[in-house]
């Protein structure tokens, strides 16, 4: 497993602006439409207060790509999920985890602009489970082809900050023993906040084309599923769409977002 070359945008692009793209401009429209509206300060870890949390957010210092980044769907021997695809700030979320190495760690980011960087290192978070945790083989329906893992024990859990800011989190599993990585995505709510824009992740696509288990909705590698679940490890591949223009370009504004996930079911028909 190779984690990725430093990658950053390209140096057109470190300057947080709104690329000139069909999917960016409408969002720019809109950002711009929106920009008479006046901010409200308020204090969300940054002293003295800025004008809203993203514009404090992305006052603070990124991660390199190289620190959090992974290839494909990152290493066979290191993969997870967390229990619930969002979680409200100040709730706990729960991750469970299927490896076979007597130690690894687990790190939070979120994704946004910071000067390019395109992550920021949150927190660190250290196994509850006895390691190496044994985990059960995972739930099947020959008829669906549903592939299920919530029958998987709690490997580690996270208490959101109170004032954790909305966005997409992801929770990097790394095994020192042999450097292998991997990645399970969440979205971290603000359920109080009046924002001028609501951001909802495209997860249930995500999880479409998600082919953990040997199949996905759209064929992969050869039939196609008629029943898919959230809980199961991701192809990390495709969650990079989570750092889309539109999230890219709404990280970049003054404006005031908050994110939410689009479904809260964790199996889907």
Not at 100 to 117: D, E, K, M, Q, V
Not at 228 to 242: F, K, P, V
């Amino acid at each position: 497993m190779k984690m990725l070359q430093p990658r950053k945008w390209p140096a057109g692009e470190r300057t947080c602006r709104t690329p000139a793209l069909p999917t960016a401009a409408v969002f720019a429209a809109l950002i711009a439409g929106l920009s008479a509206t006046p901010l409200r300060a308020q204090t969300f870890g940054c002293s003295p207060a800025m004008a809203n949390d993203i514009v404090c957010e992305n006052s603070k210092a990124g991660s390199d790509s190289s620190n959090w980044s992974v290839t494909g769907v990152g290493d066979s021997s290191i993969q997870g999920f967390a229990t619930d695809i969002s979680v409200p700030q100040g709730g706990m979320i729960a991750f469970k985890i299927q490896t076979n190495a007597a130690a690894y760690t687990i790190t939070i980011f979120r994704l946004g602009y910071y000067s390019g960087n395109g992550a920021r290192q949150i927190a660190s978070v250290t196994p509850s489970a006895t390691l190496p945790q044994a985990q059960p083989n995972c739930l099947t329906d020959a008829s669906t082809l549903l592939y299920d893992c919530g029958n998987w024990a709690v490997s580690a859990s996270w208490q959101v900050p109170s004032n954790a800011t909305s966005g997409v989190y992801i929770a990097l599993l790394k095994r020192p023993d042999t450097g292998g990585v991997s990645q399970i995505p969440f979205i971290v709510r603000n359920d109080t906040s009046h924002s001028n824009i609501l951001f909802q992740t495209s997860d249930e696509t995500w999880q479409a084309y998600n082919s953990y288990g040997g199949h996905s909705v759209y064929g992969a590698p050869t039939l196609s599923i008629y029943r898919i679940a959230h809980t199961r490890s991701a192809t990390t591949d495709l969650i990079s769409r989570a750092r889309s223009i539109p999230n890219r370009s709404l990280t970049c504004s003054a404006q005031n977002i908050r994110w939410s996930a689009g479904s809260k079911r964790m199996v889907m028909i």
